[in-house]
């Protein structure tokens, strides 16, 4: 009789023991969400906030959208890359596509300025982030579109194979296949 008042006991304690346990935990989550908004709220009031790389992926990617806006890429490079090891889909995506958009609209500027060497690095780089883009979201059109846009600015020429001093070569049957269009002879 006793023992069955000692199990009563504690199959009447243990459920309020748990429901305290699952509310403690519940408020240090809330706690959690709440901080991370509250930087993301700092982050698009345009202040700047430090924010490591192991912070939630919305976060990060305020971040990253907050450094692009100071054009700040080579900071913004690391925390998309640090968000394509957990983020989510939509975060990665969103990520990549504004990346390569600063780093198209950096290019641009570079071309309007009569720059197209210095632009050829950012044009990449841009054609490089809708790729991964589009491997995340393969029917995002606007990212398509865009990748389209920049693989026109700055074409993917054969890669030439150096040899000694300043001497390059090409297979001759790789070249034309390489370069768009048809080539046309004569003066």
Known sequence: MMFQAQWRTLVLAVP???LGLAALAAAAWGLHLATGNRTIRVLKANRDVAVTA???PAVL???VEFLIRLDRLTEAQPLVEALDGRGAIPI???AHYNLANAYLRR???LITQGKIDAAGPFVVLARQEYRNSLTLVPDDW???FNLDVASRLIRDFPAFERTVGDTATADRKRLWTDIPGTPR???
């Open 142 to 144: 606007d990212a398509k």
């Open 107 to 109: 290019g641009l500027d």
């Open 185 to 187: 002879g004569g003066p």
């Open 54 to 56: 192991d912070a939630p």
């Open 16 to 18: 309020p023991v748990l």
């Open 92 to 94: 990665r995506d969103d």
């Open 61 to 63: 990617l305020a971040r």
